[in-house]
């Protein structure tokens, strides 16, 4: 039989459960702000939800998505988030970025991350100088070098950028679990400052290899796709949320997702890509109330994979 629910959207989950009706009470949620944890290699406190630019920033000049991203950023900020992820790969997100950024005029509210692509020194610094024209800004708070392959891979020339003030902190990012062995020799011997990683209740494959490696390496840990390209909406289209969410404060499935990330210790923030203000409000209240411990961290991936 076919799946009804196989191409639902975010819209219609939040329409099946209880997170569009919470995601209403809004004053008293920016009232109260999200949990906010420490970077290990300097101790400032980071907003655990931010929000990722990947498809949902690239498109060409449109004035009303523009308008509507712009919103999805101030209530990110509102909200007490910060962290906004993008990078040169994902086509016009750099570029439109910059534009919204600018015209709602909230550059000093907000920890921009972009990224280099491995190359040669002369076209990272390229690559480089090109994402800040894009970005219409003179420094970034987070630079990272995306989808590290090789477990020599130097972090020299970002540790120069750091010191030049061209960027406050350096990381590295990784999507492909080929590349696994690789990462965590450049994790143990270069011990960046962040490390950023796709993991979700649907993608596992990291937790039990790369984010200790992390951890290890005092690296702030950054989570994308955590919805696992929509695979999780998928899964849990339709279905009523457990009883047990009552206990971690949840009222959406996709704060279900997002608690269940943020209650691994080492997590500093999720990045999930949103495209409307209300995603985001749910988005940013899986940042406050009761998260899971371990124990129920298991419960809620057996309750998942039973679905």
Known sequence: MNNPFANISRRDMMALTAGAAASASW?????????????????????????????????????AKSAERGEVIKTLVAGGGRLIDTAPSYGKAEERLGEIIRDIGLRDKIFLATKVRVADREATQAEMQASFKKLQTKSVELMQMHNVRDPNQSLAQLRDWKTQGICKYIGITSSFDRDYDAVEAC??????????????????????????????????????????????????????????????????????????????????????????????????????????????????VEIFDAL
Not at 27 to 52: D, M, N, T, W, Y
Not at 194 to 217: G, H, K, T, W
């Open 27 to 63: 004053p008293a949620f920016a009232q109260a702000g999200i949990l906010a944890r420490k970077i290990p290699s300097s101790g400032e406190l980071f907003p655990c939800v931010g929000i990722g630019t990947a498809i949902i920033f690239d498109f060409e000049n449109d004035p």
């Open 187 to 300: 994790l143990r011997k270069e011990k960046p400052d962040f490390f950023q990683i796709d993991y979700s209740m649907v993608d596992r494959n990291s937790e039990e290899r790369l984010i200790p490696a992390a951890a290890d390496s005092g690296c702030a840990i950054l989570t994308n796709l955590p919805f696992g390209r929509g695979r999780f909406f998928q899964k849990v289209a339709g279905k009523p949320l457990p009883e047990m969410a009552k206990e971690i404060d949840c009222t959406s499935w996709a704060q279900f997702a997002l608690k269940w990330l943020l209650g691994h210790p080492a997590i500093n923030a999720v990045i999930p890509g949103t495209d409307k203000p209300q995603y985001m409000t749910d988005n940013l209240k899986a940042g406050m109330g009761r998260l899971p411990d371990a124990a129920m961290r298991k419960k809620m």
